[in-house]
């Protein structure tokens, strides 16, 4: 099968349903790659349910634009409303999953902000804080499919703080709401639940140190001959039922990844999670099955990638992986880099699973894809811009490989 044969199977043409065709929230952008400027440096881009409106933890500089760029979709066009300030260093964010709650990973604090009150304009959409004094660099949260725990990955102290949500919005977001830590490696980021929510699958930079793994993996952005500072990462899995009361006993296994591993997503089936090692300049692709009793055989596949990958999304319902080369160590605001588009299907081929690249700005950190499915949204952290690519034309999005 060619490239572009490939990459038009599975995509269709929109419905008048799947398009807005009433709202005109997802009508398609005249061109298949649009980027859209921000006064500050976007995180974390989340569309609502509906597809009109685009939410994106913002972090910079200038208080002013720190904090969450209100974008509003129609007709094609996408412009920036609003920002609505927030103190910290906002960084990964997610919604509830009934789409009124918005909550941000903001540097030593989780910060919660009314979604309606962001969309209409109203000054009071900061809905509370809550401040660990344990947590140090909150950089991810994830919230349980029934929004009433938030798992909230802390950084720089090799945690996984778990929070009672719905005491939490009770109590007004006091910190009496925090069940306790889950004790992971260091620098822990990506985290996903399991379909059946029993699990959640995180990633870790380091191992924990109590495994004693050797040095493997040299300091980022070094030169080749740098000798090795740290072990290599790990896939942590952690019991979400024990981590609801007991979580320092919660973790259940702990599986090797590769250098300094920072996000990992799931397949539509919950069967395999792709992780990006960004030490290792790869993609990872786990067997999710054997990640509890088997870790020693978890690893499936290995697809290098370019530089320094961080961000990852599984598009055409689970038929493509893309994955953002950051090569955030070297990056300016200047910089043109990519993504990768990979088959799902060819991933034990390696490189050769990589179907082409998609043009990208400097730093792009975070994916996510619109619920129809349709647009996948990145934020080049470093240009200040929201990308948008219309996934039903992939192939015109792409550059030669």
């Not at 798992?151 to 720089?156: I, P």
């Not at 059946?196 to 040299?218: E, F, M, V």
Request: include cysteine.
């Amino acid at each position: 099968m060619t490239v572009m044969a490939a990459l038009c199977f599975g995509a269709g043409i929109r419905t008048d349903a799947q398009s807005g065709t009433g709202s005109g929230c997802n009508q398609p952008a005249p061109q298949p790659v649009t980027q859209v400027s921000l006064p500050g440096n976007p995180f974390e881009p989340l569309p609502t349910a509906d597809g009109c409106w685009i939410l994106v933890s913002m972090n910079s500089n200038m208080p002013a634009n720190r904090g969450v760029a209100v974008l509003h979709r129609s007709a094609g066009k996408i412009s920036l409303a609003r920002v609505v300030p927030v103190d910290g260093g906002p960084a990964a964010a997610t919604l509830t999953h009934d789409g009124t709650l918005m909550i941000i990973a903001d540097n030593d604090r989780v910060a919660f902000l009314d979604v309606d009150r962001l969309i209409a304009g109203q000054k009071n959409a900061l809905a509370g804080s809550m401040v660990d004094p344990d947590s140090q660099q909150s950089i991810n949260v994830a919230v349980t499919a029934d929004d009433h725990y938030l798992f909230v990955a802390e950084e720089r102290s090799a945690i996984i703080t778990v929070i009672d949500l719905a005491k939490a919005r009770a109590v007004g977001f006091d910190r009496s709401a925090v069940i306790g830590h889950i004790p992971v490696g260091n620098a822990p980021v990506g985290m996903a639940f399991s379909p059946d929510g029993k699990w959640l699958y995180t990633t870790s930079q380091g191992a924990p140190a109590n495994l004693g793994w050797p040095r493997a993996c040299r300091p980022e952005g070094s030169p080749a001959n740098t000798p090795a500072n740290h072990p290599r990462g790990a896939v942590i899995v952690v019991d979400v039922a024990r981590a609801k009361s007991d979580p320092s006993h919660a973790v259940v296994a702990t599986v090797a990844a590769g250098c300094n591993p920072v996000r990992l997503v799931l397949s539509p089936s919950g069967d395999t999670a792709y992780v990006s090692a960004r030490g290792d300049d790869a993609l990872l692709v786990f067997d999710t099955k054997k990640l509890v009793g088997d870790g020693v055989n978890a690893l499936m596949a290995k697809v290098p990638v370019g530089t320094a990958p961080v961000g990852v999304a599984v598009i055409d319902d689970g038929r493509k992986i893309v994955v953002t080369n950051s090569n955030r160590f070297a990056s300016s605001g200047a910089d043109h880099q990519d993504l990768n588009v990979i088959d799902a299907a060819r991933v034990s081929s390696g490189a050769a699973a990589v179907l082409g690249l998609i043009p990208a700005g400097g730093f792009p950190r975070e994916l996510q894809v619109t619920a129809d499915g349709h647009t996948l949204l990145v934020t080049n952290y470093t240009s200040k811009t929201v990308e948008i690519v219309d996934l039903d034309r992939l192939p015109q999005a792409m550059k030669k490989h």
